[in-house]
């Protein structure tokens, strides 16, 4: 209010023609579009991307205003003369509209749907090329084809008064349809669009009519609509924490299925630009002035337009493409991921439905078990029996003891129990292992062959989860040796300086993607036989014990997995010393 004041007060004490009084006019209105800046770019520094743009296009918009008085400025104030009548810069006035369109169709008030940001670079180039265009076409034959004064001011109010009249309308919908703060803010920024689009009809009358001259009181509105956009950028950060508050419109409730609508009004309008060239042209053919050099400007500025236009709906259609068919592959991948999910769900359940069921048997198994060990044991030491038949009763023993250890370690590996760190023997671990997998091979095509080292360090960890990754590699070696002709799996346990390390090698096709097996969901295997989760478990588990688990292919064909554990450098008990003597050189399992 002071500055009207001041302002009032000079115009109305200086004489028309009175150098000092230009200079004030001039220098004031230099001035209120840097006041406007600073109370619009107080916004510009939320988290909120969208909002800091919406601010930083309309600031951009009063900026483009003041780069266009600083022309008029520098005619009358530094050359002393009038602006010409036929002007060029006038097209940076009718450019500040842009931004501040760009700015409306952002809706920084939406919380859903944030849009992308190549694709907003993209809608405000097109915006800017098909403005520019409209002002050429229309505005510019009458100042290069033909120059005639009164065309060219006729036409440039129009085409002026149509953007103006677009922005005013954009704030008044936006004004309508929201609620609370950001209401009183849209309130604000569409009265001083309003007070904007009025004064510049009237200031283009007096104009018209050799009334209007700088410092003029007709300068009072147009600089009071510049403080306007302050005081609004001054409320909005007065109301910052209310602005994200949940807004009372239907668009506070839109869902993913509303942003996919605004992209394709996007998609309309753009198109929308484009069909209008050809509109142009051929309004300028038939309806256009008759005036050879108007009608050819304006046909060839069509053309040109076209260019430019054309690729950018080219690129933008291009991006989009892109984008669906990334988001395509990404639901597909998404969709398999959650089969193989569920598949995996399914094996758990059965996975725990057969511990329990094998919980419940072991008793009635273990009681037969144990009496015919008792009895094989006295058939065995008996010296009154024959020699062949305490033979035959040793036989018999010792597959009971087998088919007891077998029983264990299935009990083992099946039961659902919490991790428990022990000191382990890694040999015992692999042989327990290596026999699990052997009740289930199904030709005599892949043997599987022990090379396990006599004296080895200690490892600390559970043994059910490593018999876990160990016997899910031998597993998926020997499922692929029998998918082609066979071959010989090899389990090597040695001492690598302070580990203890477990080489799996196999004679199969090999690895296919090596760096690739550890990720979840990733198989090679036919559907409906194996999750690709496997191998991702065993890799977590190794983790967990502070080991490393690597693959590779040989060069002279097959797989390599390389189970790495921290050794612990202590004295085994006798018993795991007696269990680790016991597997250093087992026979071959076929």
Request: net charge positive.
């Amino acid at each position: 209010m002071f500055i009207l004041v001041i302002y009032t007060a000079v115009s109305l004490s200086l004489h028309r023609d009175s150098a000092a009084l230009s200079t004030f006019g001039n220098v004031v209105q230099c001035v209120v579009p840097l006041l406007a800046n600073a109370g619009l770019l107080l916004n510009a520094g939320t988290p909120h991307w969208r909002r800091n743009a919406f601010w930083m296009l309309i600031a951009l918009s009063c900026t483009l205003w003041m780069i266009g008085q600083f022309e008029w400025t520098y005619y009358e104030v530094y050359l002393h003369k009038p602006l010409p009548n036929l002007n060029q810069g006038d097209i940076v006035f009718f450019l500040r509209g842009i931004p501040m369109m760009a700015a409306l169709a952002l809706q920084p008030h939406r919380k859903h749907g944030e849009a992308h940001l190549r694709f907003g670079y993209l809608d405000f180039v097109l915006l800017l090329i098909w403005w520019t265009f409209l002002y050429i076409s229309i505005v510019l034959p009458w100042m290069y084809a033909t120059p005639s004064l009164p065309e060219y001011n006729h036409n440039y109010n129009v085409v002026t008064t149509v953007q103006n009249a677009v922005i005013v309308t954009g704030l008044g919908i936006l004004w309508l349809r929201t609620r609370g703060a950001w209401r009183t803010v849209y309130a604000n920024l569409f009265g001083a669009a309003t007070m904007y689009m009025l004064i510049s009809l009237v200031l283009d009358v007096a104009a018209d009519r050799d009334e209007y001259y700088t410092g003029s009181l007709y300068d009072l509105p147009m600089i009071s609509s510049f403080l306007w956009f302050a005081f609004a950028g001054v409320i909005a950060y007065q109301l910052r924490d209310k602005l994200d508050a949940p807004i009372g419109d239907y668009y506070a409730a839109e869902t993913d299925s509303n942003a996919g609508e605004r992209s394709i009004w996007a998609s309309w309008l753009a198109m929308a630009a484009v069909i209008s060239l050809p509109a142009f042209a051929i309004y300028t053919l038939r309806y256009g002035p008759r005036t050879p050099e108007v009608r050819d400007f304006r046909l060839m500025t069509t053309l040109i337009a076209a260019v430019p236009l054309a690729l950018l709906i080219f690129l933008r259609t291009h991006l989009a493409d892109r984008d669906r068919s990334r988001l395509l592959a990404q639901s597909q991948q998404s969709i398999e991921n959650l089969k193989r999910l569920q598949a995996q769900f399914v094996q758990s359940e059965k996975l725990v439905s057969l511990g329990q069921l094998a919980a419940g048997a072991a008793h009635e198994i273990n009681n037969p078990l144990a009496a015919i060990l008792g009895f094989s044991d006295l058939l065995a030491d008996d010296p009154t029996v024959p020699e062949k038949a305490r033979a035959t009763a040793a036989k018999i023993r010792d597959q009971a003891r087998r088919t007891k250890t077998l029983v264990g370690n299935l009990l083992s590996f099946a039961r659902q129990v919490p991790a428990e760190r022990t000191l382990l023997d890694i040999n015992t671990v692999v042989n327990n292992a290596v026999q699990l997998r052997a009740l289930d091979l199904r030709s005599g095509m892949t043997r599987v062959e022990l090379q396990l080292e006599s004296v080895l360090p200690g490892v600390r960890g559970d043994g059910n989860q490593l018999m876990q990754v160990f016997f899910n590699i031998i597993s998926n070696a020997l499922d692929a040796m029998e998918a082609g002709k066979g071959g010989v799996l090899t389990v090597k346990t040695i001492r690598d300086r302070s580990n203890v390390v477990v080489l799996f090698s196999d004679t199969g096709p090999g690895l296919k993607e090596p760096q690739r097996v550890f990720d979840p969901f990733y198989t090679t295997k036919p559907v409906g036989k194996g999750t690709g989760l496997g191998l991702s478990i065993c890799f977590g588990i190794i983790q967990e014990h502070a080991g490393k688990i690597l693959c590779y292919n040989r060069q002279e064909g097959g797989a390599v997995f390389r189970v790495e554990l921290p050794a612990v450098l202590a004295a085994f008990p006798a018993k795991e010393l007696q269990l680790a003597g016991t597997s250093t050189n087992p026979p071959k399992t076929s």
